[in-house]
Nanobody
Framework: EVQLQASGGGLVQPGGSLNLSCVAS????????MSWVRQAPGKPPEWVSVFNSGGSTAYADPVKDRFTMSKDNAKNTLNLQMNRLKPDDTAVYYCALGSYGPTLAVLPKFRGQGTQVTVSS
């Protein structure tokens, strides 16, 4: 059974940093494409980033050069390092199994429970 457990969210001031983690079970992170998506209150889901099975990564324009994805294969975990956070980054962040991109319209079927990120002074 595929399970994803995200953590690491919280309240941070603008300009601050957070590191989100997503522990996976039921599959091997190292061999699968995985994504981060987010959803702000009252808005549709937004694709954030993807770590493709071949090792390449891609990021949405709003987070490019601020967010970095990585995999910890020993821990079967996906990470998202978020730097220079802005109030517009406030959302629930979900890790998801699969390769998603800018055309994302609904939350992925295989996703974690979400972790709240709030950027506010």
């Amino acid at each position: 059974e595929v399970q994803l457990q995200a953590s690491g969210g919280g309240l941070v001031q603008p300009g601050g940093s957070l590191n989100l983690s997503c522990v996976a079970s039921g599959f091997t992170v190292a061999s699968r494409a995985m994504s981060w998506v987010r959803q702000a209150p009252g808005k549709p889901p937004e694709w954030v980033s993807v770590f493709n099975s071949g090792g390449s990564t891609a990021y949405a324009d709003p987070v490019k050069d601020r967010f970095t994805m990585s995999k910890d294969n020993a821990k079967n975990t996906l990470n998202l390092q978020m730097n220079r956070l802005k109030p517009d980054d406030t959302a629930v962040y979900y890790c998801a199994l699969g390769s998603y991109g800018p055309t994302l319209a609904v939350l992925p079927k295989f996703r974690g429970q979400g972790t709240q990120v709030t950027v506010s002074s």
